[in-house]
Structures are given as C-alpha cells and as structure tokens.
C-alpha cells in the first residue's frame, strides 16, 4: 500500500516484549487479573509460539476500554481496499 | 512475632511423585511450631504469593507455597501462568496431590508441631475450600475471595469434574472465610449459598465479609488493595490459625 495511513488507538496497559523476533502460531485472548497492568481486570492476549516454551511470548494488557479501541482500529485498518485483497487464510493454507 | 527466619525456593514431592518448586519460610526459634501450606492465586506464584509465606513465618509458622503451575514450565514465572491458561490449567487432582506433598513435607520437619493448615487466594480460595473437603489431615482452612466454588456450568470440565459446593459435606476441618462485598466472583449472593451449604452440614465456619473491598484486597501490589480492610482481615486469620494450629 505504501501509504502511511494508519490506525490509531489511545490505550491503557502493560505489555511484555522479548528480545528477537519471534514466530509465533497462537493468540490466547482472555479477561481475567492481569500480572503488571495496574487494573483488578485485564483484556489479555498473549501471542506465543507453543514449541519454543513459555518464555517465547509477546503479552499485553489491556484495559476495557483500550481494549474496544484497538479493536476499532484493527477493523479500520482491515476495512481498506488492500486488506479487504490479501484477506486469504494464509495460517490453514 | 519471629523476625528471624529462612527462606528460599526448595524442591518437594508433590502430586504423581513430581517434584515441584516451592517457596519456603521457617522462622528461627527452638520452639515447635504449626505450619501452613499457602496456594497462590491465578496470576500465578508471584512476589506478593512469597511475601504471603514470609508474612506467615515472621507470626511464627513455617509456611510453604507449591508452584502450582510448576509442570507448565520451565520459564519465569509469569510466563508459565499464561502457559498453565493456554492448556488449561491444573487439574484438581494435581492440586490436592501437591497440597498433600507440600504438608508432608512440613510434619516433617524437625519443629513442626505436627498441626497443618491451608490458605488460598483467588483460585486458590477454591482450592483451599476443596483441600478441606478432600484432605483429611488438615487442621485448619482459609479461603479467601475464592471464586467458582458455586460452580456455572462452563466451570466444569474434565480437569475440575465435580463442583466444590458439592464437596461441603465431607468437609473436615474449621474454615474460615474472608469476602469483599464489592466482588463479583465470588458476588454476595455466592457467599450467601456456600454459607447456606456449610450450615446445612454442620460444619464449623467463620465468615468475615468486608464493605469497600472487592476481589483480592490483601494483595499489596494491585489496585484493589484495601489496608484498613486487609489489616483487619489478616488478623481475623492470625486469631484463627492461633486457635486451631498452635498446641502449646
């Protein structure tokens, strides 16, 4: 696309990174009592790779709130013409 | 108040003959002295969960926390609480063998008076309910803020089969109960039926239920900490472990 045109979402919460990149072939994605984040309840994705161990994990935590908009700004950013072309299911192809 | 102690992370025999990681604290004194197996929340076996054991020691019992995520491992700790979720957790069989395994190893030790109680927190609320419904041994049980011990139907699953509610009769030690009224989970109605259950059976139980606190306001490192409320909680515990653990 080349268009600099990107979404962006105002959000509250705590993320763990790692050194490397890093593939990764799951998403867990729940609400529950986060570890870092300062909330008594978080929106928790944890992007792993299953076969490095546990430790090969990208985390974040999210409030509410920050939660709905980045899921906003994920549709928006799908919503463009380009996205809408490469939305082939490349994880079972 | 002993403020001498040791403490570290030990290897003890858990569940299936696993050995497991724990954290341990003994306080310095010649005296006997009682114990206490601690189980961690869900976010998992952090800094607060060892504080919760060094706490314990310094009001004079060797307290002892299995790493119940332990098999998930290995990795930092926090690591391995988001993989025990992705697999689903431990099962309840897995948490009454570790919990057996860690008081075990405290009778044998050479100042245990040989009285074992449990506490647990969040998850673990449950689990010490359960532990004084399956394990005979105990002396005494704490459950704090437990959750889904009234269970929904999407709680039930291969690896916790049997709601713990349904458990209350073979309940076979004194528990005490500590609930903020702001929670949700478990919310007051929740508490009102486990209540109703242990009075139907006749079990010995202390409730102490907390205006202004909701879900785990013991913890010092969350924003649902409550002081006034948490101070006074803890020595509703102190008075408790005091009258059904320490022999002397």
Known sequence: ?93 | MLEGMIADTIGITGHNGDVIHAYYAQPLTGDKVPSVVVLHHMPGWDEWTKEVVRKLAFHGYAAIAPHLFHRFGPGRWDDVTAAARAKGGPSDAQVVGDTEGAAAFLRAQPAANGKVGVIGFCSGGRQAYMMACKIPSLDAAVDCWGGRVVAQPEDISPARPVPVIDMTKDMSCPLLGIFGNDDANPDVDQVNHIERELKKHGKSYEFHRYDGAGHGFFATDRPGYRPEQAVDGWKKVLVFYAKHLVTD
Request: with cysteine; hydrophobic share 45%; proline share 4%.
């Open chain 1, 1 to 93: 696309m080349c268009s600099y045109i990107t979404e962006r979402a105002t959000i509250m919460g705590h993320g763990k990174g790692v050194a490397e990149w890093l593939p990764l072939t799951k998403a867990n994605v729940y609400y529950d009592h986060p570890v870092s984040a300062p909330l008594d309840h978080a929106l928790i994705i944890d992007f792993t790779n299953e076969a490095a161990g546990p430790g090969a994990r990208v985390a974040v935590e999210l409030s509410a709130e920050s939660a709905r908009h980045l899921v906003r700004a994920i549709q928006a950013a799908l919503d463009t013409g380009q996205a809408a072309h490469d939305l082939v299911d490349v994880v079972n192809a």
